[in-house]
């Protein structure tokens, strides 16, 4: 066998974690009301389906669109050969008015540093590539996406170094927190070139604070290396107060009263994407806002390798061009969202499980579930977690995947199913926790013990063996990182 | 005193052999004739005698080092640099005086500063100043872009017939929630790797099957490129690339994998075909210099030749590969695109007659050209390596196809009517323009190399230049971009190793349009002839 390169033999890409181990027996045995009720429900995958027919209806109505055309004339030529990979003109202003919408128009954004790249995965990826060098590192809250040790790092090369949150704030990011991770990053001869935060965040489901935004700015700003990316894909998903708050505006406020340094403004990029906000993760549209000049060419001429499709651009130029649907949108997905967060936390009250109280965005929500571990260890929260995969059929995912420090913290998805089969699932942990507590030996532990024994013998049923193969290769690669 | 003469010299002499010898080995030859010269010059000698062969030596090493040094800037091609050739040390001064004192990564200084590559220059010039024939007729005219206008028509056509279905509200388009893809798919919906694979079994002439599962799609062939050469190579290690070859493989294969591309250089004497021997001869020249070479990346049909590998060709080239254990990447996203008398044989075809390995031969296809819709960004890798497989699926979540589109496409190259159709007419129109375009330009005394496919020419306008080197062809390039008011690629921007070739695009436009053409380069032809 010939030798590959170690990018394709490692697996620095992540994906043996147990989020998508999760959705591989999610894949192998899907819920369908019809036809497998008795099927694991996917509550770990962070879509929005609940405002698809408000799209369905507008390409009903606009069906010359969809047709390549334009006031009645035919611009498929115009298109078939378009792959200027400084994007349709068009496009790109309809989305900078979309996230102007949705910042409440406070803050505003010129088209012209806008790069498009083919969903937020890319254009993270290409964020690295322009704003570090192999084997620098940049500094990440956790909770964090899973996804990102992927994007961030694998082809890339570069390190993220974790800021440590807890509970006890609400995982805020504080001050001290983020000292000890730029220490720690110098301890490990990191050269730290700055910081990603995802507001909202994912998997916490909440918007940072003021106060948040201006202590990362301030944490930059005397060192002219370093930057502040703000991955902001879920701010069209803010469904109660506070509202969202963009680092832009920050900025902007900042800038207002002189309390500012040139540089700053360059050192802030935004990344967005309409995968969530309007629910279209498959139509891969993602963009990078940048004041740096240097980093829009150079992002600009990287997005060749993810260009995104000159018809999906036409189409989405008119749609978000349309400012009445994109008004009546906004709103009614908020309010839907809304309600589906309720319905979520209502029905994980009746279980007895809380969720982060601050939760006020996103598409998810960060669950408390320490109180029906065994032990305050990440093994008992992988058991938990296999329990509720394969004995509840439910697949969430852990805060271990995540990186939380803490463990049994689960995220849990609201917005990817219908009414009734979250209803569904949540009778199924109700009828779980109960079960538990009625004592097939799971005790309930609102201590924190040191235990460190996994207790196998406690589970209901037994588990086939190769799980418990799959439970040691994650332990061990959760030890790795 | 021709003793004292002859002992200067020797150090130099001894030491200069080697040029990069190392300072320890010059210090035991200076202890040796040193106390030799004082043995045989007496006291006062000795000092004079060491210190000035000494001094003399060691300015020779700066010297020498220094000299070295120069000519590694100065040699644009060299392998072991992996900056864009060229441009690099004039655009480092310029961004060193740029106002911005951001620092962003190394990679982002090279990628962002202004290409000077005349493939990508003669691009930006006709967007200033584009031809139309009604509204700009004085306009720059596209033939450096291998685009293909010619057969659009027949897509529109069928997307007036065929687009109410396609799109909205039934099963084949669907914004349902079924119709969203989950994770996996972000290599490619199943119906369109099928489709997909049913196209490229026609296109390349019916006699090769290519298996969905070997299949990975990309937004576009260029990234398809670009995951290869993550997943065949490390950062520092070379492909092998035959020259003359497309400007953009040095954009997909250096700049974020970092891998070099080295140059194996083609003949016109030989038809710009592929020559085992020098590919060897690359080979072995790399590994002297201590450079891993991963793999060999060809296109075929060839960009910008626009001729097809024999079968033959392809059986010794296999060979070579699996005699150095190394991977070919065949990017073959002009297959299609055939007017010549020769069949095109892909290397898949070959493949599957052979022994050999099949798990280092990749292809990279799209839809960019033998179905001209460029801007919907459809490109395909295949590969029978499954590690290969399973790396570039991950990596194509980078690098996805949009869901409509997917859809979309996959409608049309389901309908095999109409593919049928469009295959054959448009290889009709393509050839109708290029022997039209060949004829009108060996009327004007052009010739071009032969070629049998693609969509362009090769010409040879070496007759033209003056003086014989890539200076002529740079001036000669700026007459026609200036006077003549047409935008052609010149043989520096595509590696050539031979000054003076061009390559004409003639897909970008119409059959009624050569005449425009061809009257404008005369004007050049004829005001290079009379300035004689």
Same mark, same amino acid.
């Not at chain 1, 083919?118 to 899973?146: D, H, I, K, V, W």
């Not at chain 2, 295949?382 to 399973?390: E, Q």
């Not at chain 2, 469009?422 to 060996?442: A, K, P, Q, S």
């Not at chain 2, 695009?505 to 059959?511: K, L, M, V």
């Given at each position: 066998?010939?030798?590959?390169?170690?990018?394709?033999?490692?697996?620095?890409?992540?994906?043996?974690?147990?989020?998508?181990?999760?959705?591989?027996?999610?894949?192998?045995?899907?819920?369908?009301?019809?036809?497998?009720?008795?099927?694991?429900?996917?509550?770990?995958?962070?879509?929005?389906?609940?405002?698809?027919?408000?799209?369905?209806?507008?390409?009903?109505?606009?069906?010359?669109?969809?047709?390549?055309?334009?006031?009645?004339?035919?611009? @498929?030529?115009?298109?078939?050969?378009?792959?200027?990979?400084?994007? $349709?003109?068009?496009?790109?202003?309809?989305?900078?008015?979309?996230?102007?919408?949705?910042?409440?128009?406070?803050?505003?954004?010129?088209?012209?540093? =806008?790069?498009?790249?083919?969903?937020?995965?890319?254009?993270?990826?290409?964020?690295?590539?322009? $704003?570090?060098?192999?084997?620098?590192? @940049?500094? $990440?809250?956790?909770?964090?996406?899973?996804?990102?040790?992927?994007?961030?790092?694998?082809?890339?090369?570069?390190?993220?170094?974790?800021?440590?949150?807890?509970?006890?704030?609400?995982?805020?990011?504080?001050?001290?927190?983020?000292?000890?991770?730029?220490?720690?990053?110098?301890?490990?001869?990191?050269?730290?070139?700055?910081?990603?935060?995802?507001?909202?965040?994912?998997?916490?489901?909440?918007?940072?604070?003021?106060?948040?935004?201006?202590?990362?700015?301030?944490?930059?700003?005397?060192?002219?290396?370093?930057?502040?990316?703000?991955?902001? =894909?879920?701010?069209?998903?803010?469904?109660?107060?506070?509202? @969202?708050?963009?680092?832009?505006?920050?900025?902007?406020?900042?800038?207002?009263?002189?309390?500012?340094?040139?540089?700053?403004?360059?050192?802030?990029?935004?990344?967005?994407?309409?995968?969530?906000?309007?629910?279209?993760?498959?139509?891969?549209?993602?963009?990078?806002?940048?004041?740096?000049?240097?980093?829009?060419?150079?992002?600009?001429?990287?997005?060749?390798?993810?260009?995104?499709?000159?018809?999906?651009?036409?189409?989405?130029?008119?749609?978000?061009?349309?400012?009445?649907?994109?008004?009546?949108?906004?709103?009614?997905?908020?309010?839907?969202?809304?309600?589906?967060?309720?319905?979520?936390?209502?029905?994980?009250?009746?279980?007895? =499980?809380?969720?982060?109280?601050?939760?006020?965005?996103?598409?998810?929500?960060?669950?408390?579930?320490?109180? $029906?571990?065994?032990?305050?260890?990440?093994?008992?929260?992988?058991?938990?977690?296999?329990? =509720?995969?394969?004995?509840?059929?439910?697949?969430?995912?852990?805060?271990?995947?995540?990186?939380?420090?803490?463990?049994?913290?689960?995220?849990?998805?609201?917005?990817?199913?219908?009414?009734?089969?979250?209803?569904?699932?949540?009778?199924?942990?109700?009828?779980?926790?109960?079960?538990?507590?009625?004592?097939?030996?799971?005790?309930?532990?609102?201590?924190?013990?040191?235990?460190?024994?996994?207790?196998?013998? @406690?589970?209901?049923?037994?588990?086939?063996?190769?799980?418990?193969?799959?439970?040691?290769?994650?332990?061990?690669?959760?030890?790795?990182? | 005193?021709?003793?004292?003469? /002859?002992?200067?010299?020797?150090?130099?002499?001894?030491?200069?052999?080697?040029?990069?010898?190392?300072?320890?080995?010059?210090?035991?030859?200076?202890?040796?004739?040193?106390?030799?010269?004082?043995?045989?010059?007496?006291?006062?000698?000795?000092?004079?005698?060491?210190?000035?062969?000494?001094?003399?030596?060691?300015?020779?090493?700066?010297?020498?080092?220094?000299?070295?040094?120069?000519?590694?800037?100065?040699?644009?091609?060299?392998?072991?640099?992996?900056?864009?050739?060229?441009?690099?040390?004039?655009?480092?001064?310029?961004?060193?005086?740029?106002?911005?004192?951001?620092?962003?990564?190394?990679?982002?200084?090279?990628?962002?500063?202004?290409?000077?590559?005349?493939?990508?220059?003669?691009?930006?010039?006709?967007?200033?100043?584009?031809?139309?024939?009604?509204?700009?007729?004085?306009?720059?005219?596209?033939?450096?872009?291998?685009?293909?206008?010619?057969?659009?028509?027949?897509?529109?056509?069928?997307?007036?017939?065929?687009?109410?279905?396609?799109?909205?509200?039934?099963?084949?388009?669907?914004?349902?929630?079924?119709?969203?893809?989950?994770?996996?798919?972000? %290599?490619?919906?199943?119906?369109?790797?099928?489709?997909?694979?049913?196209?490229?079994?026609?296109?390349? *002439?019916?006699?090769?099957?290519?298996?969905?599962?070997?299949?990975?799609?990309?937004?576009?062939?260029?990234?398809?490129?670009?995951?290869?050469?993550?997943?065949?190579?490390?950062?520092?290690?070379?492909?092998?690339?035959?020259?003359?070859?497309?400007?953009?493989?040095?954009?997909?294969?250096?700049?974020?994998?970092?891998?070099?591309?080295?140059?194996?250089?083609?003949?016109?004497?030989?038809?710009?075909?592929?020559?085992?021997?020098?590919?060897?001869?690359?080979?072995?020249?790399?590994?002297?210099?201590?450079?891993?070479?991963?793999?060999?990346?060809?296109?075929?049909?060839?960009?910008?030749?626009?001729?097809?590998?024999?079968?033959?060709?392809?059986?010794?080239?296999?060979?070579?590969?699996?005699?150095?254990?190394?991977?070919?990447?065949?990017?073959?996203?002009?297959?299609?695109?055939?007017?010549?008398?020769?069949?095109?044989?892909?290397?898949?075809?070959?493949?599957?007659?052979?022994?050999?390995?099949?798990?280092?031969?990749?292809?990279?296809? *799209?839809?960019?050209?033998?179905?001209?819709?460029? *801007?919907?960004?459809?490109?395909?890798? %295949?590969?029978?390596?499954?590690?290969?497989?399973?790396?570039?699926?991950?990596?194509?979540?980078?690098?996805?196809?949009?869901?409509?589109?997917?859809?979309?496409?996959?409608?049309?190259?389901?309908?095999?009517?109409?593919?049928?159709?469009?295959?054959?007419?448009?290889?009709?129109?393509?050839?109708?323009?290029?022997?039209?375009?060949?004829?009108?330009?060996? /009327?004007? *005394?052009? /010739?071009?190399?032969?070629?049998?496919?693609?969509?362009?020419?090769?010409?040879?306008?070496?007759?033209?230049?003056?003086?014989?080197?890539?200076?002529?062809?740079?001036?000669?390039?700026?007459?026609?971009?200036?006077?003549?008011?047409?935008?052609?690629?010149?043989?520096?921007?595509?590696?050539?190793?031979?000054?003076?070739?061009?390559?004409?695009?003639?897909?970008?436009?119409?059959?009624?349009?050569?005449?425009?053409?061809?009257?404008?380069?005369?004007?050049?032809?004829?005001?290079?002839?009379?300035?004689?």
């Amino acid at each position: 066998m010939k030798l590959l390169s170690t990018k394709a033999t490692c697996n620095s890409h992540g994906q043996d974690s147990s989020y998508f181990l999760g959705w591989q027996e999610y894949e192998k045995n899907p819920y369908d009301e019809v036809q497998n009720p008795k099927g694991i429900i996917q509550m770990g995958l962070a879509e929005n389906q609940l405002s698809f027919d408000l799209l369905e209806s507008w390409l009903a109505k606009n069906p010359d669109v969809a047709g390549f055309k334009r006031d009645g004339k035919s611009i @498929f030529r115009e298109l078939a050969l378009f792959q200027d990979y400084h994007g $349709l003109p068009s496009f790109k202003k309809a989305l900078v008015d979309f996230m102007a919408e949705i910042r409440g128009n406070k803050v505003t954004f010129d088209p012209n540093h =806008i790069v498009l790249t083919a969903g937020a995965t890319s254009a993270n990826e290409t964020l690295m590539f322009c $704003l570090a060098e192999q084997g620098e590192a @940049f500094l $990440l809250p956790t909770p964090y996406y899973p996804g990102f040790d992927r994007d961030l790092k694998w082809r890339t090369g570069v390190e993220i170094v974790p800021i440590q949150c807890t509970s006890t704030n609400n995982f805020q990011i504080t001050e001290s927190a983020l000292q000890q991770a730029y220490e720690e990053a110098k301890n490990k001869n990191l050269k730290v070139k700055g910081v990603l935060v995802t507001n909202p965040s994912n998997p916490l489901g909440t918007t940072m604070s003021k106060s948040e935004l201006n202590l990362l700015i301030d944490f930059i700003k005397d060192n002219k290396d370093m930057h502040l990316i703000s991955d902001e =894909i879920y701010s069209g998903t803010v469904f109660t107060s506070p509202s @969202f708050i963009s680092v832009m505006e920050i900025l902007k406020e900042r800038n207002d009263f002189k309390d500012f340094d040139a540089d700053i403004s360059e050192r802030v990029h935004v990344v967005y994407s309409l995968s969530k906000d309007l629910g279209l993760p498959g139509f891969r549209v993602g963009a990078i806002y940048s004041e740096n000049d240097m980093v829009v060419a150079a992002a600009t001429k990287m997005s060749s390798f993810g260009l995104v499709s000159s018809q999906t651009q036409y189409l989405l130029s008119s749609m978000l061009g349309d400012k009445k649907f994109t008004k009546n949108y906004i709103f009614e997905n908020q309010k839907r969202l809304k309600k589906r967060q309720k319905m979520l936390v209502n029905g994980l009250q009746k279980a007895g =499980i809380s969720c982060l109280e601050t939760n006020n965005a996103g598409l998810f929500c960060w669950v408390d579930m320490r109180h $029906l571990l065994n032990s305050n260890t990440f093994e008992a929260e992988m058991e938990l977690w296999k329990k =509720i995969l394969f004995d509840v059929r439910l697949n969430i995912s852990p805060g271990a995947s995540c990186h939380c420090t803490e463990p049994g913290w689960f995220r849990v998805c609201f917005a990817n199913m219908s009414e009734d089969t979250l209803n569904l699932a949540m009778k199924r942990l109700k009828d779980f926790v109960a079960n538990s507590i009625n004592g097939e030996g799971c005790s309930n532990n609102k201590k924190k013990t040191r235990s460190t024994q996994a207790s196998r013998s @406690f589970t209901k049923k037994s588990i086939s063996n190769w799980v418990f193969r799959l439970s040691s290769r994650d332990h061990r690669e959760q030890e790795e990182r | 005193m021709t003793q004292t003469q /002859k002992k200067p010299t020797n150090p130099k002499k001894t030491q200069s052999e080697p040029p990069s010898s190392s300072s320890s080995s010059s210090r035991t030859g200076m202890k040796l004739i040193v106390p030799l010269q004082a043995v045989v010059q007496g006291r006062n000698g000795f000092l004079l005698g060491s210190l000035i062969p000494l001094s003399l030596f060691y300015f020779l090493q700066l010297y020498l080092k220094r000299r070295r040094s120069e000519n590694n800037n100065n040699t644009p091609s060299s392998p072991t640099t992996l900056l864009l050739p060229r441009s690099s040390s004039r655009s480092n001064l310029s961004s060193r005086g740029s106002i911005s004192r951001v620092r962003v990564s190394k990679l982002a200084n090279v990628v962002a500063k202004r290409d000077d590559s005349l493939y990508y220059v003669g691009i930006e010039r006709v967007e200033k100043d584009p031809y139309h024939v009604k509204f700009n007729p004085n306009g720059i005219i596209q033939l450096g872009l291998s685009d293909n206008k010619l057969s659009l028509d027949l897509i529109e056509k069928w997307l007036v017939k065929n687009l109410e279905g396609s799109m909205m509200g039934n099963e084949d388009i669907n914004l349902s929630i079924n119709g969203i893809a989950p994770y996996q798919s972000f %290599h490619g919906l199943n119906e369109l790797k099928i489709a997909l694979a049913d196209f490229m079994h026609q296109v390349m *002439g019916g006699s090769v099957e290519f298996d969905p599962s070997n299949m990975v799609l990309t937004s576009g062939a260029t990234p398809a490129i670009e995951i290869l050469s993550f997943c065949l190579a490390d950062h520092g290690n070379a492909f092998l690339v035959p020259t003359p070859y497309y400007p953009g493989f040095d954009r997909d294969v250096r700049w974020r994998p970092g891998i070099d591309l080295i140059p194996v250089h083609c003949r016109s004497t030989d038809n710009f075909n592929l020559n085992i021997t020098a590919l060897e001869q690359a080979f072995s020249q790399a590994r002297k210099r201590g450079v891993k070479v991963r793999g060999i990346l060809i296109s075929n049909p060839s960009n910008p030749v626009g001729n097809i590998l024999t079968p033959d060709m392809l059986f010794s080239l296999l060979d070579f590969a699996e005699d150095k254990n190394i991977h070919i990447i065949a990017d073959e996203v002009f297959a299609g695109s055939t007017y010549g008398s020769e069949e095109f044989v892909s290397i898949a075809e070959v493949l599957d007659s052979e022994y050999i390995d099949k798990s280092r031969v990749h292809i990279v296809y *799209g839809l960019s050209k033998d179905l001209s819709i460029a *801007g919907f960004r459809v490109g395909v890798i %295949h590969s029978h390596n499954k590690t290969v497989l399973d790396a570039a699926k991950k990596m194509s979540r980078f690098s996805a196809i949009s869901a409509p589109t997917q859809r979309l496409v996959t409608s049309m190259l389901s309908d095999k009517r109409f593919i049928q159709e469009y295959i054959e007419t448009n290889r009709n129109r393509i050839r109708r323009v290029h022997d039209e375009f060949v004829d009108c330009l060996t /009327k004007l *005394g052009i /010739k071009c190399a032969k070629s049998s496919a693609g969509m362009f020419c090769w010409a040879d306008m070496s007759g033209l230049i003056r003086p014989y080197s890539e200076k002529g062809e740079l001036e000669l390039w700026e007459k026609f971009m200036s006077v003549a008011k047409i935008n052609i690629t010149p043989g520096s921007a595509c590696h050539c190793i031979e000054p003076g070739w061009f390559r004409i695009c003639f897909t970008t436009i119409s059959f009624e349009e050569i005449p425009v053409v061809i009257d404008r380069i005369r004007k050049v032809v004829e005001s290079c002839k009379s300035s004689d």
